[in-house]
């Protein structure tokens, strides 16, 4: 198992990209420390890794809060006694509208969880992981950071901040053996699906979106999950600063 000796944090971990991640990196050996802002989904996915024989625990929080994040990386030491990979995966959007239609409190948010979350996940691990040796950063991006799409402006600028973030990042840790990296899926089968469509799911409207994605399917929560492993691995330990687009081919 490719994940053995290893914990992991991973936010927004109680659906979705998280919930595929958590549930790969513990049948991959690690212990897991599943985070969401929603307490009860984060206790059922990690409930449902102990029951396949996994090593799993629930921490609720709020991503942009700092003290959330304390309590996250004191809960993750308590119970398994050191962290070795951190997952930033927990993300928002906007609905997709035009851009004089985003109120101040969609923007505020937005980049509340996509940026400011980055920032304190940043200043909780970095130290920690300084005192370690080593650590890795695995970001949760998108494909609309480097490819946007009209409709998600601030959604778009958002993961562009992440994006460029997480090279300087690599660049600023790497002599601490501080790895970090994206992933950037394209749209997939998850709760902001609509919000990202900004249409009622149909699948006339699903189509338009799926014409636009050379291998003409959405994204899974185990492809993701897949990147993430390879990035989280040893077999990787002499990569950082990429961003790997987990897209069929949206990007080229």
């Not at 659906?15 to 790969?24: D, L, M, Q, V």
């Not at 990196?25 to 102990?50: F, H």
């Not at 959330?68 to 006694?81: N, P, S, V």
Request: charged share 20%.
């Amino acid at each position: 198992m490719r994940l053995t000796g290893k914990t992991a944090i991973v936010t927004g971990g109680g659906s979705g990209f998280g919930e595929g991640i958590a549930k790969t990196y513990a049948r991959e050996g690690a212990n897991v420390v599943v985070n969401d802002l929603n307490g009860a989904a984060a206790e059922r996915v990690a409930s449902e890794i102990a029951l396949s024989g996994g090593k799993a625990i629930a921490v609720a929080g709020d991503i942009t809060r700092s003290e959330d994040w304390q309590r996250l990386r004191e809960a993750a030491l308590d119970d398994f006694g050191s962290v070795q990979i951190v997952v930033n995966n927990a993300g928002t959007t906007h609905r997709n509208k035009p851009v004089m239609e985003v109120t101040e409190a969609e923007f505020d948010r937005v980049y509340a969880v996509n940026v400011k979350g980055l920032y304190w996940s940043v200043q909780q691990f970095v130290p920690y992981f300084r005192s370690q040796g080593g650590g890795v950063f695995i970001n949760i991006a998108s494909t609309a950071g480097v490819r946007p799409r009209p409709g998600l402006v601030w959604y778009n600028g958002s993961k562009g901040a992440m994006i460029v973030a997480s090279k300087a990042l690599a660049v600023e840790l790497g002599p601490d053996r501080i790895r970090v990296n994206c992933v950037n899926p394209v749209m997939g089968e998850t709760a902001l699906m609509t919000e990202f469509m900004g249409v009622e799911d149909t699948p006339e409207n699903r189509q338009r979106f799926l014409s636009t994605i050379p291998l003409g399917r959405f994204s899974t929560p185990q492809d993701i999950a897949n990147a993430c492993l390879y990035l989280a691995s040893d077999e990787a330990e002499f990569i950082t600063g990429t961003c790997l687009e987990v897209d069929g081919g949206r990007c080229v």
